[in-house]
């Protein structure tokens, strides 16, 4: 389905979708280095914090896992992951059917 009356647009209309792309462009960006930097300051866990014989988590550290810099770490990779996909998929619908 095209959207042929909207390719037709203004110049303060096409200003406005450069801007609002470089601005999507940087958040992503910026995302991007945050995940990146996040990785990086994780501390390698090589068994994953599991028990040996049994493969569970049930110690009280594990449980509160959370609450820790390892915790908060994930969370911010998974949110900037989030924000990343939410941003290219925007991304993609100016780019696609606003821009032309």
């Known amino acids: ?10 110049p303060e209309v096409a200003t406005t979708l450069t801007t609002i792309r470089s601005i999507v462009l940087i958040l992503i960006a910026i995302a991007a280095i ?3 930097v996040s990785v990086l300051v994780q501390p390698s866990n090589p068994d994953g914090g599991r028990n040996v014989i049994t493969g569970t988590n049930d110690s009280y550290y594990a449980q509160n896992k959370g609450d820790t810099k390892e915790g908060r770490l994930k ?3 998974i949110i900037s992951s989030i924000t990343i996909l939410v941003l290219t ?7 696609h059917f606003f821009a032309g």
Request: proline share 0%.
């Open 1 to 10: 389905m095209k959207f042929n009356y909207l390719l037709d647009v203004t």
């Open 34 to 36: 945050i995940i990146i």
């Open 75 to 77: 969370k911010l990779i």
């Open 89 to 95: 998929v925007a991304f993609y619908v100016i780019e």
